[in-house]
């Protein structure tokens, strides 16, 4: 089945499960007498499991050269750096400075692992 984001197509159960399954991600709509559907996420949060590996020290000699070398580092600051291809951006969280200047980042999305309930609110039935 093609990709496609916010379409109204309906499909069967085969090919929604075949959209979600790779993904690891699914929402179970439960409803409720009087009150709007309840959707929380089974598994992964909004941006997957929170990965160790995304957690990485940066020396301080790159800190220099890739910024401003009088920058100070402190706990919780959240840092932009550029693709090494230049053309993008991400951010990390600074979770550590030691003596030497070498900063603890943390790469992950500031959701990931994090539980994520929608509401929805059903317009119509087909």
Not at 34 to 51: C, I, M
């Amino acid at each position: 089945m093609a990709r496609s984001i916010a379409t109204n197509t309906v499909v069967d159960l085969s090919e929604l499960l075949e959209f979600v399954r790779p993904r690891h991600r699914m929402l179970i709509a439960s409803t409720r007498t009087h009150r709007p559907p309840h959707t929380p996420p089974v598994s992964g949060g909004a941006s997957g499991e929170r990965n160790p590996a995304r957690q990485q020290w940066v020396g301080g000699k790159e800190l220099t050269a890739r910024g401003d070398p009088l920058e100070e580092y402190h706990l919780g600051d959240v840092v932009q750096f550029l693709t090494p291809d230049g053309q993008g951006r991400f951010a990390g969280v600074v979770l550590q400075v030691r003596d030497d200047a070498a900063v603890l980042f943390d790469f992950n999305h500031p959701l990931a692992g994090q539980p994520v309930t929608f509401e929805v609110h059903l317009l119509g039935v087909l």
